[in-house]
């Protein structure tokens, strides 16, 4: 039972416009949500987190939205840009599960000149 | 700069061997994962350690073990490797209570 749901496996996406990524969650345990982004042949690295207390996280061009009642957070990117063109995995840390990160299933982004 | 390294990048084996992929980290963080990543399953916990001779078991554990012998290093051993584990391996640490990881570059297994 996947605790954490990517269900776009794939979003193509023109140059300078907007991407939004999206992610759902079952376990209303989770205190802390993240973004990592990752190129092939390379470790994921973390983008932007956001916190269960709060509703929106902004950094640069990326903001992350937490709506809890339906437990659903989305990434959004503004302007994107052909170097965005990654996999885009969510995660999420359990309160009572201190460091441990369940991740989603990935989004790939393609970013189109 | 602290790293994370991992070893090997590639590496073959036939079905029935023993595989141990290396992980070693100068952040010096207490705390290490072991995650493997394949198609439609996203980064799937395998194992993880939350300091010296300390050593849990992930949601797909099963043909795999590790141990903790110093905070350096998080060895990850297939004791008989299987062709369902063909995947990439990666290692992370981190100290951080918000959940944030460092990850290494992987480690790509292709069990024949």
């Known amino acids: 039972d996947q605790q954490v749901k990517q269900n776009s496996p794939s979003l193509s996406v023109q140059e300078g416009r907007i991407s939004i990524l999206n992610c759902d969650y079952t376990?209303?345990?989770?205190?802390?949500f993240l973004w990592y982004k990752k190129y092939p042949a390379e470790g994921p690295t973390f983008l932007i987190s956001?916190?269960?207390?709060?509703d929106k996280n902004e950094d640069g061009r990326f903001t992350v939205f937490l709506n809890k009642s339906a437990k659903h957070l989305s990434l959004h990117i503004v302007p994107s840009q052909p170097g965005d063109s990654a996999v885009y995995f969510c995660?999420?840390?359990?309160?009572?599960?201190?460091?441990?990160?369940?991740f989603g299933s990935g989004t790939r982004l393609l970013v189109r000149p | 700069d602290a790293e994370i390294t991992q070893s090997p990048r590639h590496k073959i084996t036939e079905t029935g061997r023993q595989v141990t992929l290396a992980c070693h980290q100068t952040?010096?963080?207490?705390?290490m994962f072991w995650y493997r990543q394949d198609l439609g399953h996203g980064l799937r916990l395998i194992h993880y350690?939350?300091?010296?001779?300390?050593?849990n078991k992930g949601e797909v554990s099963d043909g795999y073990s590790v141990s903790r012998s110093n905070t350096e290093d998080l060895p990850l051993t297939l004791e008989s490797a299987a062709s369902s584990q063909t995947s990439v391996y990666f290692c992370?640490?981190?100290?951080?209570?918000?959940?944030?990881?460092?990850f290494g570059e992987g480690s790509r297994l292709t069990v024949l």
């Open positions: 992370a640490s981190s100290e951080s209570y918000t959940g944030e990881l460092f």
């Open positions: 376990n209303s345990m989770f205190d802390y």
């Open positions: 956001i916190s269960s207390i709060k």
């Open positions: 995660a999420a840390k359990a309160l009572d599960s201190s460091y441990k990160l369940i």
């Open positions: 952040w010096n963080h207490n705390n």
């Open positions: 350690s939350y300091g010296v001779q300390d050593t």
